[in-house]
């Protein structure tokens, strides 16, 4: 299976946050969106930076009570991992591991065009399981 097809099935929304905004309003956010990361992005196109729950339990050890003045930007990983459409989710699951990342942003033709979260991934691997053991169950009683 491709990248794609998993943008297919849940589509292509991608929450960005901008490098200047806060860190307390991205808490915010990550709450009232129910995420853990955002694309740190200035256009909504390019790929700045990507700023996940992680960072902030980091920036959290490293500023304390300054913490939530702080901006994305201060505390956003940069040099971001990316993957294509193309891209199969056997090799998203290998960039995801070897980097230890839970998100993956989708890049096509230079632009941002959705993210793959390691949730993304299970779903689609137990779904492709489940596939597999109706084919067999089916084939199994097909032959009795």
């Known amino acids: 299976m491709k990248v794609s097809e998993i943008l297919n099935s849940k589509g292509a929304d991608v929450v960005t946050v901008r490098p200047h905004e806060t860190i ?5 956010r990550f ?3 129910r995420i853990g990361s955002a694309v740190v992005s200035v256009d909504g196109n390019r790929i ?3 700023i996940s729950e992680r960072d902030i339990v980091r920036g959290l050890s490293d500023h304390r009570e300054h913490l939530l003045t702080k901006t994305v930007a201060e505390l956003m990983t940069t040099g971001v991992a990316t993957c294509a459409p193309k891209d ?3 090799d998203v699951m290998r ?3 070897q ?3 839970r998100h993956l942003p989708v890049k096509e033709a ?8 390691i949730g993304d991934v299970v779903k689609n691997r137990l779904d492709d399981m489940e596939l597999e053991a109706n084919v067999l169950r089916d084939s199994l009683i097909a032959h009795q």
Do not use: F, N, P, Y
């Not at 307390?24 to 915010?28: E, F, P, Q, S, V």
């Not at 230079?110 to 979260?117: E, P, Q, T, Y």
């Open 24 to 28: 307390d309003a991205l808490a915010h």
């Open 95 to 97: 960039i995801m591991t």
């Open 88 to 90: 199969s989710v056997k």
């Open 99 to 101: 980097k230890r990342i």
């Open 48 to 50: 700045d930076g990507i």
């Open 110 to 117: 230079g632009k941002l065009v959705g993210i793959v979260s």
């Open 31 to 33: 709450k009232l969106e």
